[in-house]
């Protein structure tokens, strides 16, 4: 079994001098050994040796930061930009799962995508991934916002010219989400 499936939780512990001490090594740490304990499955917990404060978060939050400002971008701007709104509105209390649920389907699709060795049933897999996904934000949207999409039989004009627009939108979408996985598989192919 491997550390991913069975993970161990590291304390590691901060001391005034902001100095990370790993007990579990009896070592002092780097934030990008941090990052490196955790992409080796480990879990981590990092907490304030005088107050004894959980800070995890907050240490996590640096090490994305360190990461984004090295030019390692894996978060769009428009991604962290409504992440940003998210904290003023009604969407504090939604963005959280959204956001927990949307990583396990991540990263069990990926497990199915990579699994593979055909690259075209690794395909296929992207494109119902993709449609699978689209289906589960407009539900999760609608549900949230209410309908978004207006059914455009209640509009006056040529509905059937809607339905060619529309049919572009999704297309033009569909490789938009088909770049951004290349981008992303790219990125998790350099970690």
Do not use: C
């Amino acid at each position: 079994m491997s550390d991913r499936e069975n993970p161990q939780q590291i304390l590691i512990n901060r001391y005034s001098s902001r100095r990370l001490y790993n007990t579990s090594s009896s070592d002092y740490v780097t934030l990008d050994d941090i990052a490196k304990l955790i992409r080796d499955g480990n879990d981590i917990k990092i907490t304030d040796k005088k107050s004894g404060d959980d800070i995890t978060r907050q240490i996590l939050l640096q090490i994305i930061t360190e990461h984004e400002s090295r030019g390692e971008n894996i978060l769009p701007l428009n991604i962290l930009t409504d992440i940003v709104r998210s904290y003023s509105d009604q969407a504090q209390d939604f963005v959280p799962d959204f956001l927990e649920q949307s990583f396990q389907v991540l990263k069990q699709r990926q497990k199915e995508i990579l699994g593979t060795l055909d690259p075209a049933k690794s395909f296929q897999k992207l494109q119902q991934w993709q449609q699978d996904q689209y289906g589960a934000i407009d539900s999760m949207m609608s549900n949230w916002m209410g309908n978004l999409n207006p059914n455009p039989e209640n509009r006056e004009g040529d509905s059937g010219n809607m339905d060619d627009k529309q049919d572009k939108t999704n297309d033009d979408e569909v490789e938009r989400l088909k770049k951004q996985f290349k981008e992303l598989q790219d990125k998790i192919d350099k970690l």
